[in-house]
């Protein structure tokens, strides 16, 4: 296929950019706790050597959903590939942290190359992966261009991209098909964007339905002893959570948590918010409130009316704490978060209408009667006061979201075979 002069210039174009993108790159991982040694990796140079005699299957994903969406995929595909080794990268410190968490067996992680080609040949020449796994929208024109150069076989899993980002690829459309055609498979999470896949020009014969990989990411981890402390410190109170939320929602959530202590006096309310670094700030909007606060970033124990969750990768445990959960980012326009991880718990689903990101999944949830969704603060008082006065909705609520779940499980074995036969790999 012909080389499209838009590739050409984005060639030539990140030669003279990457030492600027570099230069951000490391700062923003140093400043998130990731020594200078690891920032290099954005470069190529690689921390870790690459181990095994068997074929090595590199996935990447951006940031922490994509990344955490397909471990439960390695380990699956690691039971039918015995003698695999697996490469999962992504692009940010919090996935990172994440990850290494979660690492499944012969699995490495590192931070994948700048899209420029020095990062990318010298990660390529380093890991020669057999077989590579791009996750939802990782659309890296050279990374993907040059690894199906090393006569990798190629797969894009759970792929979905925004109207604007699809526009955008239709503007450009002999680039859109010199990108797209390195695929041998192309998975997305439904329906109308495999169809939209096929509009850009991916190639139609290789594009299909598969499953959004985020229902097979399993239960989150949590901290045996970490809840035994936390049951202990809140005795018999009634707890709910509010997590993953952004600004401008916290006061919604502490407006309706006023509101609930009026019928629940002794209510606990756990308080996740999305990005923990703005601890401060939400802090300050509770006992602004009028509320007390205890916090998890100084050690507090489980206490006082809200309880300020700051820190990652411990959402499990907040969610192993109750039957309800409000689902943030979904108040305003940003599009929702992943509700999965919440019904894998086999609590209710709670969320805003802005849910543009998981549209189907939530229709579903609602349809089977795992998800509740709310117009406001106001609303979400309403609805948290009905579930704790009826114990038996919530009980079908919570029974509802564990059937989903389990409904989605048996597709994983059929996922991990399609793309084990799509990309050439022999099971034993």
Known sequence: MKVPFLYRVWVVASMGLVPFFARSETKKLRGQGISVLRAHEKLGHATQDRVGTGPLIWLHGASVGESLSVLALITRMGLM???????????????????????????????????????????????????????????????????????????????????????????????????????????????????????????????????????????????????????????????????STHEGEEQAVLDAHRALLDRFPDLCLILAPRHPERGDQVEALITGAGLSCTRRSRGDALGAQVYLADTLGELGLWYALTDIVFLGGSLLPIGGHNPFEVAQSGAAVLSGSHVAAFAETYAQLETDGAALIVKDGDDLAQQVVALLDNPDTLDEMTQAARQFIEAQQDQLDTIAGRLIKALGLHLP
């Open 81 to 243: 590939l015995p003698r695999a080794q697996f490469l999962i990268t992504s692009g940010t410190a919090t996935s990172a942290k994440l990850i290494e968490q979660r690492l499944p067996p012969r699995t490495t992680h590192q931070f994948a190359p700048l899209d420029a080609p020095g990062p990318v040949k010298r990660f390529l020449r380093h890991w020669r992966p057999d077989a590579a796994i791009f996750v939802e929208s990782e659309i890296w024109p050279q990374m993907l261009r040059r690894t199906r150069a090393t006569g990798a076989s190629m797969a894009l899993v759970n792929a979905r991209m925004s109207d604007k980002t699809l526009e955008t690829w239709r503007k450009w459309p002999k680039l859109a098909q010199y990108v797209l055609d390195v695929f041998d498979l192309i998975l997305t999470q439904n329906d109308a964007m495999a169809h939209n896949m096929v509009s850009i020009n991916a190639p139609s014969a290789r594009v299909a339905r598969g499953i959004n990989l985020k229902s097979m990411a399993g239960p989150l981890p949590v901290d045996e002893d970490a809840l035994f402390e936390a049951r202990a410190a809140l005795g018999h109170r009634p707890v709910w959570v509010a997590s």
